[in-house]
């Protein structure tokens, strides 16, 4: 069973247009959830930790949240250079430290 | 932020040829470090965790004979792909933690490796 579940799969946005990304999550008890950006063909880049429910954290357009259950990531008026894949991670108490478990992604396109 | 760096970005190697893979953290130490490998359209999945001075811990259904590691520093780990056939063909990627204490890991820039 997936412990972390992306929606939607792909999203495509005019220039401008906010939208949100859902992460749900299942783990034995959560010691962080990660938010990263990719890029074809690169690694991921960090974006954010989440450590416990009701955190948020911003940088730019972009805004992550968190729940006892699942993630969001709001972005807002978002621009042609935000299209990449995001990827949600957690980090289960279960698990050797920073042993992350990944969901799909989610593949944004912002269009002009 | 903490840098980590992977080698080579791309490699392509004939079947059954090796291929290894580097992991260096730039600056700091890493006791651990993870491999992930992504297929196309795929979650990046743990292959391994690489132990400094001790042996790797290898996921389920992973073979530990065919995916070499070794983590000889605490600033480097290799993975080598022994007699490679193309269904490894994939994208290699490794992580590194910065702090005992932290859970945030840090990625390379990923190996897209092509066996033909």
């Known amino acids: 069973e997936d412990q972390v579940t992306q929606s939607p799969e792909a999203l495509r946005l005019q220039e401008g247009e906010s939208s949100s990304l859902n992460c749900s999550y299942t783990?034995?008890?959560?010691?962080?959830l990660f938010w990263y950006r990719q890029d074809p063909g690169k690694g991921p880049e960090f974006l954010f930790t989440l450590y416990s429910a009701g955190e948020e954290k911003e940088k730019e357009r972009l805004k992550a949240t968190l729940t006892k259950k699942e993630s969001f990531l709001h972005i807002t008026a978002p621009k042609p250079e935000d299209s990449a894949t995001y990827l949600c991670a957690v980090d289960d108490r279960g698990s050797t430290l920073g042993r992350l478990y990944f969901g799909r992604g989610t593949q944004l396109t912002v269009w002009p | 932020g903490a840098v980590v760096s992977q080698h080579p970005s791309r490699v392509i190697c004939k079947s059954g040829t090796s291929v290894k893979i580097e992991c260096r953290s730039l600056d700091f130490q890493a006791t651990t470090m993870f491999w992930y490998r992504q297929f196309p359209k795929q979650s990046l999945m743990l292959m391994a965790t690489?132990?400094?001075?001790?042996?790797?811990?290898?996921e389920q259904g992973v073979e530990k004979d065919k995916f070499l590691i070794n983590h000889a520093s605490l600033t480097l780990s290799t993975l080598t792909v022994t007699s490679a056939h193309p269904e490894d063909s994939s994208f290699y990627i490794c992580s590194a933690n910065r702090d005992r204490k932290l859970t945030e890991a840090f990625f390379g820039q990923g190996t897209r490796l092509t066996v033909v």
């Open positions: 690489s132990n400094e001075g001790s042996k790797a811990t290898y």
């Open positions: 783990v034995s008890g959560l010691r962080g």
